[in-house]
């Protein structure tokens, strides 16, 4: 029931992302992944996550597309 929850706290999302902790407190103080306090806690909204997340894959994809031209071209394939 807890991975049906809207908002996590910070060992809920660290499990949800499959990452420590620690890594994701990284992240937060980075400002790498969208979180806020409640108190002095910091929670994550799932569907923010989930957002981020395919943000993210978007952005390795198009990068791994820029990087197959590349080796094409420098091959005198394309």
Not at 26 to 52: C, H, M, T
């Amino acid at each position: 029931m807890a991975d049906s929850r809207e908002v996590m706290n910070i060992r809920q999302a660290s499990q949800y992302l499959g990452v420590s902790p620690d890594t994701l407190y990284k992240y937060v103080n980075e400002q790498k992944i969208p979180a806020f306090k409640l108190g002095n806690r910091w929670r994550f909204k799932k569907s923010k996550l989930d957002q981020w997340m395919e943000e993210k894959s978007m952005e390795v994809e198009a990068q791994g597309k820029k990087k197959n031209r590349a080796a094409g071209k420098a091959a005198g394939t394309q």
